[in-house]
């Protein structure tokens, strides 16, 4: 099996050529989304395996998932690696290539979105570059397609032992070059270790990589750490970066050609004088997200939900229930599969059509380059509250998944600010909670649904960062923080990407209707249909109407007067999905319509608002405990972030309930 | 301190100075390979001192405005 791994920095197209290079893929990490954990893919009918890292721009990590392409190449013993870069910024890019060439394993150059380049009316001389670099060099632009067959072809046809293996020896400065063979000849003679993992090895360590550091002290490397203050005291890590500066100048302007420049890139300049008009800016940021939520929710998604709620609810409950009926079906079987499965997991589907339509509006921001802009118009907000603009991009994933927008959270640089944004990601109106806004919203407000959900979700967003305010101070949070972030040109938004990174993102969601929305949607049935008596016909009697009974005396301030509400929302911890699946199941419907002429008996607008309100900010879901848990390496955050935010909930929508009750 | 004003957006300047940045802040820049002596244009102010946009190198970044100052070399133009 040969390994390739795809490397290079961000804003390259990486995972667009990822996409059109392998055929079948699988996450690493459990959760889809933004490239933050490695993704693995293979090549048709070959034992190519491609791994997909996330983008990086030097091999010295300043974020955590930085750090994952580092460790990979670390651990791993890759066979090739195929270095992407955009070819419009070659000078930056090859910066990188650089580590990678000296890293000492086959490259492959592709100098992707060659067409942008072209633009600006430059071309470089391929042979020249492969001569200068010592490697191989193509050209692709991966959102067109082009290259990628010929690439394709020499991954496929090429035997690994044919590649030429990188041998880049720049001309470091004298006292550089005599501390390398001097560490190198050390290393290769006391510990066992290649000639060209020495060099690479030692020049890291010179130009202060963090990981190379603790790879060093790990393996007790002398030769390395005894002269650790030298290195620095001498620079050689600005000496590194001038000879590395020196070299690419020299290459490309060796390599440089002059075309005739079809220039379009003022587009880029154009739209930007709009979106981060220092008025506009915030304005438009605004009005992207009104309109994101009009076609989910009026003008796509709802519609098209409506459809399918009424076949799930029509003609299939009711083929299944005379079928079932007309083999001999158990009544008890029959309403397991009719009240329950049916019931609950259709009902969680229906919502299908407005999350994809979200999802293709995230999906869409990400590949046109809007999400640079977004993190940039928001950051002076959030330095307001101690983080920055690049917080937001978690938070706004955060929409699609709290799961995801925890993980993206990796590419924020210092860890308390990367802590704060995990910790008020859960805030964020996951999809998953849709399908109970939805419901209510249907029922109360069916003039304003669109604004009723918006508000909803930027109560959650004044909730994150009211509590991101919060911990600032108590955190002790500095001022000073890494925010530099790079613009991409704009590009117009490709089918074929939008589609994949929708799919991506909805089939989670799918996935889990089918294991643990099935799962909730059974055991709810089991709790409301038995008792402490064994099967019960009356639900009243039923275990999910005693645990709620119980519990109703500390819910009726906030307006919640149903036991079955309080059983629904105990089952959202599960997945939030599933408190509406839970309410089919408890209320005896598989229809949408019964259920929301259901709680019009039993909430008014305002306790309906305050009911989601709690469920905006109640307990994170299993899945996104267990992130917490995972992505800040501590139990007590993931318990924190369970009471926290119940105490906050319920504050909130008491508030909401009780002041609002005044004028209603 | 004098504010940088409007009148030098579409202007360019050289990078003074990175010695007073911080490390990280100091190697992203790098690694954007953005050096003392790179040209820089400054594309526009966002208001209340935030970012400011700069293109180095065909490429468009966005920085906070106290590091654009000390790139300026710490002084207003």
Same mark, same amino acid.
């Given at each position: 099996?040969?390994?390739?791994?795809?490397?290079?920095?961000?804003?390259?197209?990486?995972?667009?050529?990822?996409?059109?290079?392998?055929?079948?893929? +699988?996450?690493?990490?459990? /959760?889809?989304?933004?490239? @933050?954990?490695?993704?693995?893919?293979?090549?048709?009918?070959?034992?190519?395996?491609?791994?997909?890292?996330?983008?990086?721009?030097?091999?010295?990590?300043?974020?955590?998932?930085?750090?994952?392409?580092?460790?990979?190449?670390?651990?791993?013993?890759?066979?090739?690696?195929?270095? @992407?870069?955009? %070819?419009?910024?070659?000078?930056?890019?090859?910066?990188?290539?650089?580590?990678?060439?000296?890293?000492?394993?086959?490259?492959?150059?592709?100098?992707?979105?060659?067409?942008?380049?072209?633009?600006?009316?430059?071309?470089?001389?391929?042979?020249?570059?492969?001569?200068?670099?010592?490697?191989?060099?193509?050209?692709?632009?991966?959102?067109?397609?082009?290259?990628?067959?010929?690439?394709?072809?020499?991954?496929?046809?090429?035997?690994?032992? =044919?590649?030429?293996?990188?041998?880049?020896?720049?001309?470091?400065?004298? =006292?550089?070059?005599?501390?390398?063979?001097?560490?190198?000849?050390?290393?290769?003679?006391?510990?066992?270790?290649?000639?060209?993992?020495?060099?690479?090895?030692?020049?890291?360590?010179?130009?202060?990589?963090?990981?190379?550091?603790?790879?060093?002290?790990?393996?007790?490397?002398?030769?390395?750490?005894?002269?650790? #203050?030298?290195?620095?005291?001498?620079?050689?890590?600005?000496?590194?970066?001038?000879?590395?500066?020196?070299?690419?100048?020299?290459?490309?302007?060796?390599?440089?050609?002059?075309?005739?420049?079809?220039?379009?890139?003022?587009?880029?300049?154009?739209?930007?004088?709009?979106?981060?008009?220092?008025?506009?800016?915030?304005?438009?940021?605004?009005?992207?997200?009104?309109?994101?939520?009009? &076609?989910?929710?009026?003008?796509?998604?709802?519609?098209?939900? #409506?459809?399918?709620?009424?076949?799930?609810?029509?003609?299939?409950?009711?083929?299944?229930?005379?079928?079932?009926?007309?083999?001999?079906?158990?009544?008890?079987?029959?309403?397991?599969?009719?009240?329950?499965?049916?019931?609950?997991?259709?009902?969680?589907?229906?919502?299908?059509?407005?999350?994809? @339509? &979200?999802? !293709?509006?995230?999906?869409?921001?990400?590949?046109?380059?809007?999400?640079?802009?977004?993190?940039?118009?928001? #950051?002076?907000?959030?330095?307001?509250?101690?983080?920055?603009?690049?917080?937001?991009?978690?938070?706004?994933?955060?929409?699609?998944?709290?799961?995801?927008?925890?993980? %993206?959270?990796?590419?924020?640089?210092?860890?308390?600010?990367?802590?704060?944004?995990?910790?008020?990601?859960?805030?964020?109106?996951?999809?998953?909670?849709?399908?109970?806004?939805?419901?209510?919203?249907? !029922?109360?407000?069916?003039?304003?649904?669109?604004?009723?959900?918006?508000?909803?979700?930027?109560?959650?967003?004044?909730? +994150?960062?009211?509590? +991101?305010?919060?911990?600032?101070?108590?955190?002790?949070?500095? =001022?000073?923080?890494?925010?530099?972030?790079?613009?991409?040109?704009?590009?117009?938004?490709?089918?074929?990407?939008?589609?994949?990174?929708? /799919?991506?993102?909805?089939?989670?969601?799918?996935?889990?209707?089918?294991?643990?929305?099935?799962?909730?949607?059974?055991?709810?049935?089991?709790?409301?249909?038995?008792?402490?008596?064994?099967?019960?016909?009356?639900?009243?009697?039923?275990?999910?109407?005693?645990?709620?009974?119980?519990?109703?005396?500390?819910?009726?301030?906030?307006?919640?007067?149903?036991?079955?509400?309080?059983?629904?929302?105990?089952?959202?911890?599960?997945?939030?999905?599933?408190?509406?699946?839970?309410?089919?199941?408890?209320?005896?419907?598989?229809?949408?319509?019964?259920?929301?002429? $259901?709680?019009?008996?039993?909430?008014?607008?305002?306790?309906?608002?305050?009911?989601?309100?709690?469920?905006?900010?109640?307990?994170?879901?299993?899945? $996104?405990?267990?992130?917490?848990?995972?992505?800040?390496?501590?139990?007590?955050?993931?318990?924190?972030?369970?009471?926290?935010?119940?105490?906050?909930?319920?504050?909130?929508?008491?508030?909401?309930?009780?002041?609002?009750?005044?004028?209603? | 301190?004098?504010?940088?004003?409007?009148?030098?957006?579409?202007?360019?300047?050289?990078?003074?100075?990175?010695?007073?940045?911080?490390?990280?802040?100091?190697?992203?820049?790098?690694?954007?390979? *953005?050096?003392?002596?790179?040209?820089?244009? *400054?594309?526009?102010?966002?208001?209340?001192?935030?970012?400011?946009?700069?293109?180095?190198?065909?490429?468009? *970044?966005?920085?906070?405005?106290?590091?654009?100052?000390?790139?300026?070399?710490?002084?207003?133009?």
């Amino acid at each position: 099996m040969t390994t390739v791994a795809l490397m290079g920095n961000p804003n390259t197209g990486k995972t667009t050529l990822f996409n059109q290079l392998t055929d079948s893929y +699988a996450y690493v990490g459990n /959760w889809t989304g933004v490239t @933050v954990e490695k993704k693995m893919g293979s090549i048709k009918h070959t034992k190519i395996v491609v791994v997909d890292l996330p983008g990086i721009y030097s091999l010295n990590p300043i974020t955590k998932d930085e750090s994952v392409a580092i460790n990979y190449l670390l651990e791993n013993d890759t066979d090739i690696i195929l270095n @992407v870069t955009n %070819a419009n910024q070659l000078k930056r890019n090859l910066l990188l290539s650089i580590e990678l060439l000296e890293f000492g394993k086959p490259v492959i150059i592709a100098l992707n979105m060659i067409d942008d380049l072209k633009r600006t009316g430059v071309y470089y001389d391929i042979q020249t570059l492969e001569k200068r670099l010592g490697c191989i060099v193509k050209t692709t632009n991966a959102r067109n397609h082009d290259g990628i067959e010929q690439l394709r072809d020499k991954l496929k046809n090429s035997p690994v032992d =044919e590649f030429p293996t990188a041998n880049l020896k720049l001309d470091y400065p004298k =006292e550089i070059k005599k501390e390398l063979n001097l560490a190198t000849t050390k290393l290769v003679k006391n510990y066992q270790v290649s000639e060209k993992f020495a060099t690479w090895l030692t020049i890291q360590f010179m130009n202060k990589n963090k990981i190379v550091r603790q790879f060093a002290s790990h393996n007790n490397f002398k030769p390395l750490l005894e002269k650790a #203050d030298l290195f620095d005291k001498e620079k050689f890590e600005e000496k590194i970066f001038q000879t590395r500066l020196n070299f690419i100048e020299e290459t490309l302007t060796s390599a440089r050609e002059n075309v005739s420049s079809s220039s379009n890139i003022q587009m880029t300049s154009k739209i930007d004088k709009v979106v981060t008009n220092p008025i506009l800016g915030l304005p438009i940021f605004v009005a992207i997200f009104y309109l994101m939520f009009k &076609l989910s929710f009026d003008w796509i998604g709802t519609p098209l939900s #409506d459809q399918l709620n009424a076949f799930l609810s029509g003609p299939i409950s009711n083929y299944s229930n005379t079928f079932l009926k007309s083999i001999g079906a158990m009544p008890f079987l029959r309403s397991l599969i009719v009240d329950g499965i049916i019931a609950g997991v259709g009902g969680v589907l229906t919502f299908i059509p407005q999350i994809m @339509v &979200l999802f !293709a509006c995230i999906s869409i921001l990400e590949d046109s380059g809007y999400m640079a802009r977004a993190a940039l118009v928001t #950051d002076r907000v959030m330095q307001a509250i101690g983080l920055n603009g690049k917080a937001f991009i978690p938070l706004i994933i955060g929409f699609g998944c709290n799961v995801t927008g925890i993980m %993206a959270a990796r590419t924020i640089e210092q860890p308390k600010e990367r802590l704060i944004t995990t910790l008020i990601s859960p805030f964020m109106s996951c999809s998953a909670r849709l399908p109970i806004y939805s419901l209510f919203v249907a !029922a109360f407000f069916p003039k304003n649904q669109a604004l009723i959900v918006l508000s909803i979700y930027f109560l959650g967003i004044i909730v +994150a960062l009211a509590m +991101a305010k919060f911990y600032q101070l108590i955190f002790h949070v500095k =001022e000073n923080t890494v925010f530099i972030v790079e613009l991409p040109q704009y590009h117009l938004p490709r089918f074929d990407i939008i589609w994949r990174g929708t /799919w991506d993102k909805s089939k989670g969601f799918v996935r889990k209707a089918g294991t643990i929305i099935f799962a909730g949607t059974v055991l709810i049935w089991l709790l409301s249909n038995f008792g402490p008596s064994g099967f019960v016909t009356n639900i009243d009697k039923s275990f999910s109407a005693m645990l709620g009974q119980f519990l109703l005396p500390l819910f009726v301030p906030i307006g919640i007067t149903s036991w079955e509400a309080i059983s629904a929302l105990f089952t959202g911890i599960l997945a939030k999905e599933v408190i509406s699946s839970s309410m089919m199941v408890l209320f005896h419907t598989t229809s949408q319509t019964t259920l929301i002429a $259901t709680f019009g008996q039993l909430f008014t607008p305002i306790s309906a608002y305050a009911l989601l309100v709690f469920i905006l900010l109640y307990v994170p879901c299993f899945a $996104t405990i267990g992130t917490i848990k995972s992505e800040t390496g501590s139990t007590k955050w993931a318990v924190y972030s369970v009471f926290s935010s119940i105490l906050i909930a319920y504050a909130l929508s008491f508030v909401i309930f009780q002041v609002g009750s005044l004028f209603m | 301190m004098q504010l940088i004003s409007e009148q030098s957006i579409n202007k360019s300047y050289y990078v003074k100075d990175l010695d007073y940045l911080d490390d990280q802040t100091k190697q992203r820049l790098h690694s954007l390979g *953005i050096h003392v002596g790179s040209q820089m244009t *400054i594309m526009r102010f966002l208001p209340f001192h935030g970012p400011v946009i700069v293109e180095i190198d065909h490429q468009k *970044i966005g920085l906070r405005y106290a590091v654009f100052k000390l790139l300026m070399g710490g002084i207003d133009q």
